[in-house]
């Protein structure tokens, strides 16, 4: 478990794999989907696929080979015949994520959330009361390129007036790894072993050992 570099002044988290285990939550409301559109559940790659990615662009992975599914898919949401709110009592915390919060809190360091979840986002922080807990919360709805795109990591370092090598980003996926890559910032791989050549953390309390 290496150090990072420098004094961090901000960490920066995702939401899904990280903050969350949300693989039962995304499977049971893509596969609903599946289901209203008269298609298969989703196949291995595809639920990869949605825990990364905006809802609409999951959409278009999973249904936009196939004729007007899409379509469909998307009218179905529009409609609130599948409401996303409704997924988010299958969200499980991470281990002592609001001690670490807290604890950052204390060490006077500042909490952000980047996300690529979109509606969805406001459920989750009410539902769980994670608003006292977050100076800020970008989600794809905020900026106009999501993830891997540096430009929600570029909107947190504006608010807050900190540079590059002022902030972390703790993430679970590659294109969390591309989304810090491109932004100039360090990244922290969170229950990923595919990514060690990174900073690497298995409890998000490890995370003081290195910052």
Request: glycine fraction near 4%; proline fraction near 3%.
């Amino acid at each position: 478990m290496r150090k990072i570099d420098g004094k961090i002044r901000c960490v920066i988290y995702d939401c899904d794999g990280v903050l969350f285990d949300s693989l039962e939550a995304n499977t049971k409301l893509y596969n609903d989907l599946c289901a209203l559109v008269g298609r298969h559940p989703l196949r291995e790659e595809e639920m990869q696929y949605v825990h990364m990615h905006t809802v609409f662009e999951a959409l278009h992975f999973i249904f936009g080979k196939e004729d007007d599914l899409e379509k469909k898919a998307v009218e179905i949401l529009k409609q609130k015949q599948v409401d996303l709110k409704n997924y988010v009592m299958y969200l499980k915390m991470e281990p002592h994520l609001l001690q670490t919060l807290e604890k950052l809190k204390e060490k006077g360091i500042l909490r952000a959330i980047n996300t690529n979840r979109t509606t969805s986002m406001k459920y989750i922080m009410e539902r769980f009361n994670l608003w006292p807990h977050f100076e800020m919360v970008v989600t794809a709805l905020d900026v106009q390129n999501p993830k891997p795109h540096p430009e929600s990591i570029q909107k947190i370092l504006r608010e807050f007036n900190l540079r590059e090598e002022e902030a972390v980003f703790v993430g679970d996926s590659e294109v969390d790894q591309q989304t810090a890559k491109a932004s100039g910032i360090q990244f922290v791989a969170y229950k990923n072993k595919n990514m060690v050549k990174d900073a690497y953390i298995e409890d998000h309390l490890d995370l003081f050992r290195m910052i």
